[in-house]
């Protein structure tokens, strides 16, 4: 299996554009995370799912932010409007289950100018 | 409060030579303590898994010790390399409908010849 895939890796976009950031899981894997890391606060959950459904998305910053898991094999997590603050590393994760050990993606860095 | 501590919050050691990190969290109901490597520009790699009944676990050179009555743990490196050079996080999950995890600021480890 090639891992948890992650595009694109770099993103640069300006302030107030859409950006949209994708996820593929590893096969058979039903849960998926999404994270956000920067040097000031971390890495942070941002949203949960288990067998598509959202679970928990408590860590999602605000309405700007959604994410989507339209089936087993893909997510995306879309900003709309982007903002500076927003610049991060973006992670996927996926395991078996929520217990179980997380596989990370490569990540995707944000850079909103 | 669910919060997890992580000290110290760098290191330097010498290649051969042994160190210990550090964890102490407060989340509660408690589900499992997780330490993860990160390597710089990279996802998170899981290290150890260990929950409530567990004391101890080893990954190699890595082993991870939990008190969960003094909610602490650590993670001892034994006859460090230079690939361990990067940075420790140390990761509780609490029982709870969703997934609450709580993650602590990391230690940075550097490794010198």
């Known amino acids: 299996d090639a891992g948890v895939i992650q595009s694109p890796r770099h993103e640069v976009t300006e302030m107030g554009q859409e950006v949209t950031l994708r996820c593929k899981p590893i096969s058979g894997h039903n849960s998926l995370f999404w994270y956000r890391q920067t040097m000031m606060r971390g890495l942070e959950l941002l949203i949960y799912?288990?067998?598509?459904?959202?679970?928990?998305d408590s860590g999602m910053p605000e309405d700007r932010f959604s994410a989507k898991m339209p089936n087993a094999s893909f997510s995306t997590l879309k900003i709309q409007p982007s903002e500076p603050r927003d610049s991060a590393v973006y992670f996927c994760?996926?395991?078996?289950?929520?217990?179980?050990?997380?596989?990370f993606g490569p990540g995707t860095r944000l850079t909103v100018t | 409060k669910n919060q997890v501590e992580q000290s110290p919050q760098s290191l330097i050691i010498l290649e051969g030579k042994n160190c210990t990190l550090q964890?102490?969290?407060?989340?509660?109901?408690?589900?499992?303590l997780r330490w993860y490597k990160q390597d710089t520009g990279r996802g998170p790699v899981s290290l150890t898994i260990m929950t409530f009944s567990e004391n101890t676990k080893s990954n190699g050179r890595y082993t991870a010790t939990l008190d969960a009555d003094t909610k602490q743990s650590s993670l001892h490196i034994t006859a460090s390399q230079l690939s361990d050079s990067a940075s420790y996080i140390c990761?509780?999950?609490?029982?709870?409908?969703?997934?609450?995890?709580?993650f602590g600021g990391g230690t940075r480890l550097m490794v010198k010849p």
């Open positions: 799912f288990n067998n598509n459904v959202p679970i928990d």
């Open positions: 990761v509780v999950s609490a029982k709870a409908a969703g997934n609450m995890l709580t």
């Open positions: 994760a996926s395991s078996w289950t929520r217990d179980y050990e997380q596989y």
């Open positions: 964890c102490n969290y407060t989340v509660s109901p408690f589900s499992n």
